[in-house]
C-alpha cells in the first residue's frame, strides 16, 4: 500500500473543500471494505484518505414523507430496521444476504453506491424502490434518480469534488407486494449469477404498477422497463410473468464470468424474474385481503 495523508474533517462543508482541493488525488473511507482492498492491490493509489467517521448525522434513517437513509448507515442497521423492514421491504431483503456478518457491520450503504460494483445486492433494491441519491460539492446540493446514477462498472455519476449524503425512498404504492431473490452458485456471501427486485401493485385484481431491478448481468444494475410494461394492466397470472420475464431479455448484457457464462445468466434471468414476480404478486394480494 503506498503512503497517504489521513484526513478526518468534522462537517460536510470541511469534506466537501477537501475534495474540491484536491479532487482525483483524494479518496473518501467509509466503512473500508472496498477501498482497503483497491488500495493494498495498488489499483487505487490516492495521496489523500478523508475519513468520514465524525459526521455522525449521516449515519441514521428518517421517516418523513420519504425514507432518508444517512450514507454512512450500515448494511447491518438496515438489515434489521424495522421503519426499514416497514417501508422498504426489498432493501431490508437485500440486506439480508450482503456477504457475512462481520462485513455487513462495517460497510455502509453509501459505500456501496459509490462503489458501484454491479452485482452488488442493495442497488436493484434500491432501482425497484424508486430511490434518489443525494450528493452535496462545492457548487451546493442535487439529487439523481437511482437509474441515473449508475454508468458502468465502478462509475457512477458523484463528481471528484461531491459527497454522497443521503439515500432518499419515496413511499411505496399502496398495495403493492415485493420480492428479493439472489441466485448465487456457491453460497449467499458470494457474489450472485443474476439478483432479481420486483414490486407489483395491485388494483382492482390488475397489475397497476411494476418494478422489476436485477444486479450481476451487465456493467450496472439495470431495470428491465420493457418487462415492466408487459405487466400494466394484465392479470398477475403465470402467463402474464412468463411474458414479463422473457422481455427481460432485451434490458440486460450479462458479462461471462466464474459464476456462469452470459448464456446461462441470461437464461437465469428469465427464470428469477418469473419466480419473483410470482412471489411479489401473492405477497401483493395478501395486502389487499388484509385491507
Request: net charge neutral.
Amino acid at each position: 500500500m503506498s503512503p497517504f495523508t489521513y484526513l478526518e474533517p468534522a462537517t460536510i462543508e470541511e469534506v466537501v473543500e477537501i475534495l474540491d482541493r484536491h479532487r482525483d488525488e483524494a479518496k473518501i473511507i467509509a466503512g473500508g471494505t472496498a477501498l482497503v482492498n483497491f488500495m493494498k492491490n495498488q489499483l487505487i493509489q490516492p495521496r489523500f484518505v478523508v475519513g468520514l467517521r465524525r459526521l455522525r448525522s449521516l449515519a441514521a434513517v428518517s421517516n418523513v414523507q420519504d425514507i432518508r437513509i444517512g450514507a454512512l448507515t450500515t448494511i447491518h442497521t438496515l438489515e434489521t430496521s424495522r421503519t426499514i423492514a416497514e417501508h422498504v421491504p426489498l432493501l431490508s431483503a437485500a440486506c439480508h444476504y450482503v456477504a457475512t456478518i462481520r462485513i455487513r457491520m462495517m460497510a455502509t450503504l453509501g459505500g456501496a453506491m459509490v462503489y458501484a460494483d454491479p452485482s452488488l445486492d442493495t442497488p436493484p433494491a434500491l432501482l425497484a424502490s424508486d430511490a434518489r441519491i443525494k450528493m452535496q460539492g462545492a457548487k451546493g446540493e442535487r439529487e439523481v434518480p437511482i437509474n441515473q446514477f449508475f454508468m458502468g462498472i465502478y462509475e457512477t455519476e458523484l463528481r471528484s469534488d461531491e459527497l454522497l449524503t443521503e439515500i432518499i425512498v419515496p413511499p411505496q404504492p399502496k398495495g403493492s407486494g415485493t420480492a428479493f431473490i439472489k441466485f448465487s452458485p456457491a453460497t449467499y456471501e458470494d457474489y450472485p449469477t443474476v439478483s432479481v427486485a420486483a414490486r407489483l401493485t395491485l388494483r382492482d385484481g390488475l397489475i397497476d404498477n411494476a418494478r422489476i431491478a436485477l444486479g450481476a448481468v451487465g456493467f450496472t444494475p439495470v431495470r428491465a422497463e420493457q418487462a415492466e410494461r408487459e405487466l400494466l394492466g394484465m392479470r398477475p397470472c403465470e402467463e402474464s410473468f412468463r411474458n414479463s420475464a422473457a422481455a427481460v431479455t432485451g434490458s440486460i448484457e450479462p458479462l461471462a464470468d466464474s459464476r456462469g457464462s452470459s448464456e446461462y445468466k441470461r437464461d437465469m434471468a428469465v427464470v428469477h424474474v418469473r419466480r419473483a414476480l410470482a412471489i411479489a404478486a401473492a405477497r401483493a394480494t395478501d395486502v389487499a385481503i388484509a385491507r
